[in-house]
């Protein structure tokens, strides 16, 4: 059990559990053309953090499980990433 998770157990007494999972966003990667003061990655144009194949295909695996409605994927910018996701963005299930 993680610090995250025994204090959600000490304040509520029990644990979080999922009902369901409507969006998974996933970041990247850090790198990107702006450098806006509100990011929350800090991503720029001097940053190279980019999200492994091997993580990709975990990440793929996850979202097949839980059958989200939606899988927003963003970085920083995904474009400049070589993982190619941005590709598929607009598939959606039916
Ligand atoms: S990822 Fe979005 S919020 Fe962050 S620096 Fe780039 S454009 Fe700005």
Known sequence: MNDFDKKIREVTGT???TSSIEIIQVNVGTPCDNRC???H????PDRTEIMDSRT???VLRAARNAKPKLIDITGGAPEPTPLRLHKNRKKRRP
């Open 41 to 44: 990655i800090q991503a720029g």
């Open 37 to 39: 003061v509100h990011c």
């Open 15 to 17: 644990y979080l559990k």
């Open 56 to 58: 990709v295909h975990l």
